[in-house]
């Protein structure tokens, strides 16, 4: 997972769609989309971990996903396992710090949407 600290610029040339917490992620359409954005409006509110885990599962796709917003080192794990591939760190919080939250879960018994397959098929 990407993580990147608050305040970075946003790369150009990038064709990015912010999905709002209340919109249907099965129904959005994807065509030359190169990032979604989902906001975590804050720390309580988890829709965006649902929105991601249907847009990787469900419709496939492979592009960046980014969580914004409230974003906080306790919840990048699960955003891992349930789609995100990058993070914009809340304001205050270093990089290091949230890596180490990774290095804590090397693994997971059950399959996510980072990889399908159970421990034991692995």
């Keep these: 997972m990407r993580l990147i600290a608050h305040g970075t610029p946003a790369e150009p040339d990038v064709n990015v769609l912010v999905l ?3 919109a249907d992620a099965l129904a959005v359409p994807l065509d030359g989309v ?3 954005e989902l906001q975590f409006p804050k720390f309580t509110d988890g829709r965006a971990f649902s929105q991601a885990r249907l847009l990787r599962q469900r419709r496939g796709f492979e592009g ?3 969580a914004t917003g409230d974003v906080g080192i306790d919840q990048l794990v699960q955003m891992h396992r349930t789609g995100f591939s990058s993070a914009v760190l809340k304001e205050g919080k270093d990089p290091a710090d949230a890596e180490r939250q990774f290095a804590r879960f090397p ?3 059950q399959g996510d949407a980072a990889g399908t ?4 098929r692995r």
């Design 117 to 120: 397959q159970p421990l034991f």
């Design 34 to 36: 190169d990032r979604i």
């Design 64 to 66: 960046d996903i980014r």
């Design 107 to 109: 693994s997971f018994y």
């Design 20 to 22: 709002a917490n209340d």
